[in-house]
């Protein structure tokens, strides 16, 4: 979708790929994890061919999250390491949340606020995943003493729920910001988008200037 | 196992009320320690009733056999050599289900019907609604519910469900030579055991007394013990079992707060649109790039 040379690209095909394959193992998770949660959402297990196979699959899908969100850690860390700058931007959220930025400082390739759910999406995933395995009844359950079983399924709950409230602002936060969508789907951003939304980021690209 | 779905009074997941026009005596099956040989008549009639045959296993030095309960052992017989100021006593307990009035299992599960409980106090596992989580096992205050290798069903001692609908005692019951296992209405066994708590009183057991542990609201197996006092040495019967604070934040207060939780941030995002507009580039910055061209 490069047809306007002066875009600029934000995220590579592999990024923009494995963003997809978190997300959509992320939904296919929350959906299966909600039916076992609570029985007002247990009829979504039909979706996985009930609730046998939704119990088998859930697991193998989390896996499979891990692994993909794991990439996504790796290759985001460093950009989402919270400056000064940040925290003085995550003092200002209001007025963006308002929807005036005209006085926020330079936000980098991530502004204050995408850095900080990075880190609580990490830090839910890594609970996710520990506590995940200590209750995977097939395989792993067994190894650990009933005490530990019973933290664990409180722990997979909670942090569960602060990551689906976590990834629908985070949906959310994209609908708001138009373009920010299409820069995820096809990788490339308009200039004035970059300069709007993330000035520092704009200026490195653009060989410091402006 | 058995359908009885007219005395069904609670299904697991169900937010709904169950069948309830119909009401039928709490049951109970009272285990006099006191009594048990340790003969396990009551282990082989609960596999003869129940058609479960276990594998074959090792002989371990002890008398236990097998060594712990499974899916296709419902019911163990423990064995535990004690001193106490009487000497070395054996104390034998008949492990199995203990049928609480407050289950653990049917508040953890999250198949619709996979555990229910019957207005006699039963509680039951439908496996045809089971999915195999085992969220029942991390429920459970007894540690009793076996899930299968073979079918990833959990099992458990189903108190005869079948026999006792149709107004049978269970298996065990029937077999018992001595009389250490007895059954009938909720309050007459209580009644009983009190007296043979007296009958034990008299004969030095000074602390002697009934097991009906109300942690749990009460269990519909409930036990004479000649050491009241000290039931953990009865191969590790817990002194105050209870649902515990894990299990009822986690299938309890968790459930609405989530629920509500979540639907509020979906709201409030919502609202957000709607009232302050969508987060476009600003006029300003999109003339400066046009005027470049």
């Known amino acids: 979708m490069k047809n306007d040379p002066k875009k600029i690209l934000r995220y590579t095909p592999f990024e923009r790929a494995n963003h997809w394959l978190s997300a959509i193992t992320f939904i296919l998770l929350a959906i299966s994890g909600l039916a076992f949660f609570h029985p007002a959402f247990y009829p979504l297990t039909q979706l996985f061919g009930g609730g046998v196979w939704t119990r088998i699959l859930h697991p193998f899908i989390g896996a499979a999250m891990a692994i993909s969100f794991g990439v996504m850690f790796f290759s985001y860390r460093k950009l989402n390491v919270i400056t000064p700058t940040d925290k003085e931007w995550l003092k200002h959220v209001r007025e963006v949340v308002d929807g005036d930025d005209r006085n926020m400082p330079e936000a980098e390739k991530f502004n204050g606020g995408q850095k900080l759910m990075f880190w609580l999406l990490v830090g839910c995933m890594a609970l996710l995943i520990l506590s995940g395995i200590v209750i995977w009844r097939a395989y792993f359950a067994f190894l650990f003493p009933a005490a530990v079983i019973r933290l664990a399924s409180v722990v997979h709950a909670v942090a569960a729920t602060i990551m689906i409230a976590l990834i629908i602002f985070h949906i959310y936060a994209a609908i708001w910001t138009k373009e920010s969508i299409d820069a995820m789907l ?25 | 196992m058995a359908l009885q779905s007219l005395d069904i009074i609670r299904r697991s997941a169900t937010t709904t009320p169950s069948p309830g026009q119909r009401q039928t005596p709490e049951v109970a099956k009272l285990i006099d320690i006191s009594k048990c040989i340790g003969c396990k008549a009551c282990q082989v009639a609960c596999m003869e009733w129940n058609d479960t045959r276990d594998d074959i296993g090792t002989n371990h030095g002890v008398l236990d056999n097998p060594l712990d309960l499974t899916e296709n052992s419902w019911t163990v017989m423990r064995y535990a050599e004690v001193e106490t100021e009487r000497g070395l006593e054996w104390l034998i307990r008949k492990d199995g289900c203990m049928h609480c009035a407050n289950p653990g299992c049917l508040k953890a599960c999250p198949a619709p019907g996979a555990v229910v409980q019957y207005s006699n106090g039963i ?52 077999t018992c030579p001595t009389g250490a296992i007895v059954f009938g209405t909720k309050e007459d066994m209580i009644r009983h055991a009190e007296e043979r708590v007296r009958e034990l009183t008299e004969r030095g057991f000074a602390k002697a007394g009934i097991y009906d542990p109300q942690g749990v609201g009460g269990t519909h197996v409930i036990y004479v013990l000649q050491h009241a006092d000290k039931p953990e040495a009865y191969c590790g019967l817990p002194r105050n079992p209870s649902i515990g604070p894990m299990v009822d934040l986690w299938k309890g207060a968790a459930k609405p707060v989530a629920t509500l939780g979540l639907a509020m941030v979906a709201v409030g995002a919502f609202c957000h649109y709607v009232t302050k507009g969508p987060n476009e580039v600003s006029e300003e910055i999109e003339k400066e790039f046009e005027d470049e061209k």
């Open chain 1, 186 to 210: 096809y990788g490339w951003v308009r200039r004035p988008w970059a300069k709007q939304h993330h000035p520092a980021w704009f200026r490195q690209m653009m060989g410091g200037d402006k």
């Open chain 2, 123 to 174: 509680v039951d596992f439908h496996e045809e609604n089971c999915i195999g989580c085992g969220y029942c096992i991390t429920g459970c205050p007894f540690n009793i519910p076996r899930l299968s290798k073979k079918d990833s069903k959990v099992y458990k001692c189903t108190l005869c469900s079948d026999r006792v609908a149709v107004g049978l005692e269970p298996a065990c019951v029937k």
